[in-house]
């Protein structure tokens, strides 16, 4: 018989200190000639050495809707990003969405594995001509002479990278790990998602790190952490997602499990970061001191199992699939309707009156099989077939109509839309959900701005998603290094073309 005990999930978020008071910044960063932003910060001591060779960046990204001058509240914050595929990435844009200079280290042969993700990909010129006129466009006075052979912008590579810098650095070669270690250095900010002890051999390990620079905040984010028998195994957001419950509880009952349609398992844990991040960052302003952030796929998606773990840890009740359904709110899910189908949500006993007097069938409500949530739920199938029987007969246009239209309280009800219903919705324009931005490769594109406003509006994005290698010049300038230096770490294959 299971026995009820005080288990709780713990943090998901591992935060080790470092044992240094933050000393500033490295010297290389100190002689940048980039303009000095007299603004407030997180950091007392730093100079923010963000380049502003590209005067059009910010000008090149514009909101669909109307929206006054945001500060960005990471202004100055400088964040080496080492991470690929989708959680790393996803954190470090939110850090960029709030002005963090966010530079994306990637290998010289074909960068992040997403940049070869597709279809889709953004089109690409197809001339000399069209590709200037397109770099000129977005602020870039020079498209890169090797533009044809940089792959295409894959569409999966630009949903989780506007707003940052790209350098190509091989760190297998001496050349290219001393360029890295002098960005480590300069950086108020590092996330990493290798395996556990591979960055250690190129000296980019935390320990190694935090010795270069002791006030370095220092994240790690991995398939199932740091530590522990599983440490050193790779994961994916699906193997994660099968291997830490949620595929169980996706799916209908008699069905075999499915994944979800996108990476939730991979976007919860870059949410996560992303506020141990900024959590850290306010305790460096307090203490003078970095950490180490371990984060991994498989903690983030036990911890977003939510109710189910609880009804679990607290009752013993094993989780199951339920399709659209709620396993413990009824009626909560998809229903069909003469020409489609509609979700419906009445959460509690007053919504579920709301209900039946919109589906003209008020007796519902006092019937003692269903009088409180547990009793519908406990009569589950008879009420879905009673509700099924009554939404049948008109179409999920009329019923949307009637239920917008009705009195209130009004209740919550919705059509399943697609991805051009979502888009061409009136609240997604209204609250200006997607913003133009203009690529120097792709041309004009739209991206989804960040889901959260600030300070009255949304937050104007800096710039668009980077080409690969896009910024090797300008980053390894304001690092101190001269032209002769550049193509020099160039023609040894250090940095990529």
């Avoid at 896009?470 to 073309?497: F, K, P, T």
Wanted: aromatic share 6%; proline share 8%.
């Amino acid at each position: 018989m299971f026995a009820p005990s005080a288990t709780v999930l713990r943090p998901v978020t591992r935060i080790t200190p470092s044992s240094h008071a933050w000393i500033g910044r490295g010297p290389a960063f100190r002689q940048c000639t980039a303009k000095i932003v007299a603004s407030s910060r997180l950091t007392s001591t730093s100079l923010d050495c963000r380049s502003y060779s590209n005067t059009s960046d910010a000008a090149s990204a514009s909101n669909e809707a109307p929206q006054a001058s945001i500060p960005q509240p990471l202004a100055g914050i400088r964040v080496l990003d080492l991470t690929r595929i989708l959680a790393g990435p996803a954190s470090t844009m939110l850090l960029s969405d709030l002005g963090a200079d966010v530079i994306k280290v990637e290998h010289p042969k074909g960068g992040d594995d997403t940049r070869s993700w597709g279809p889709p990909f953004a089109p690409a010129p197809q001339s000399d001509q069209e590709a200037l006129a397109v770099a000129q466009k977005a602020g870039v006075s020079q498209p890169s002479p090797h533009w044809k052979d940089l792959p295409p912008e894959s569409a999966y590579f630009l949903c989780v990278n506007r707003g940052k810098r790209s350098i190509t650095v091989d760190m297998k070669k001496p050349e290219g790990r001393e360029v890295l270690h002098n960005l480590v250095k300069a950086a108020d900010v590092l996330v990493e998602n290798y395996l556990p002890g591979k960055l250690k051999s190129y000296g980019l390990d935390y320990d190694s790190c935090n010795k270069l620079n002791p006030g370095l905040v220092y994240a790690s984010i991995t398939g199932y952490g740091q530590t522990g028998p599983y440490a050193t195994s790779p994961g994916y957001d699906v193997v994660i997602a099968a291997d830490a419950g949620l595929m169980h509880i996706t799916g209908e009952a008699d069905r075999p499990p499915v994944k979800i349609g996108v990476a939730m398992t991979d976007l919860t844990t870059g949410l996560y970061t992303h506020g141990a991040i900024m959590a850290a960052l306010l305790g460096r302003a307090k203490t003078g001191k970095g950490v180490h952030i371990d984060a991994s796929l498989f903690e983030s998606q036990i911890a977003s199992l939510a109710n189910i773990a609880s009804n679990y840890l607290v009752a013993g009740v094993e989780a199951g699939r339920h399709g659209t359904a709620h396993p413990s709110i009824a009626p909560y899910q998809v229903f069909p309707t003469k020409d489609g189908f509609i979700m419906i949500g009445a959460g509690n006993d007053g919504q579920f009156k709301t209900l039946t007097r919109l589906l003209g069938a008020p007796k519902l409500a006092t019937d003692p099989r269903f009088l409180t949530n547990g009793d519908r739920v406990a009569n589950r199938d008879v009420l879905i077939s009673l509700l099924n029987d009554l939404l049948s007969q008109q179409t999920s246009e009329q019923w949307l109509d009637l239920f917008r239209n009705a009195p209130p309280p009004h209740f919550p009800v919705a059509p399943i839309r697609d991805m051009r219903g979502t888009f061409e919705h009136p609240q997604t324009q209204a609250r200006g959900m997607t913003q133009i931005m203009n690529h120097p490769r792709a041309g004009e594109i739209k991206v989804v701005s960040p889901a959260v406003s600030y300070g009255g509006g949304k937050m104007p994005l800096s710039r668009p998603p980077p080409v690969l290698g896009q910024h090797n010049d300008e980053v390894l300038s304001e690092l101190g290094y001269s032209n002769a230096d550049i193509a020099r770490l160039r023609q040894e294959g250090a940095i990529g073309q």
